[in-house]
């Protein structure tokens, strides 16, 4: 894995600084993801209870 750079929290636990940091603020500002680990889903289409099992 020598030479691969990965986005900061790209690690099992990422902090919530670098959550909203990093990929909350670059989806908002339209910006590229480097690497697009947080699937967007469709909250709306989907019954609350049907929610944990959705994998994109």
């Known amino acids: 894995?020598?030479?691969i750079s990965l986005?900061?929290?790209f690690?099992?636990?990422p902090?919530?600084?670098e959550l909203v940091g990093y990929?909350?603020?670059r989806k908002t500002d339209e910006l590229e993801?480097?690497?697009e680990v947080i699937p967007v889903i469709?909250?709306?289409k989907f019954d609350p209870w049907d929610l944990?099992?959705?994998h994109s």
Request: hydrophobic share 35%; charged share 20%.
């Open 52 to 54: 944990p099992g959705i």
């Open 7 to 9: 986005p900061p929290g």
């Open 42 to 44: 469709d909250l709306y």
């Open 23 to 25: 990929y909350l603020k």
């Open 11 to 13: 690690r099992f636990h």
């Open 15 to 17: 902090t919530d600084q």
């Open 33 to 35: 993801i480097e690497l």
């Open 1 to 3: 894995m020598a030479g």
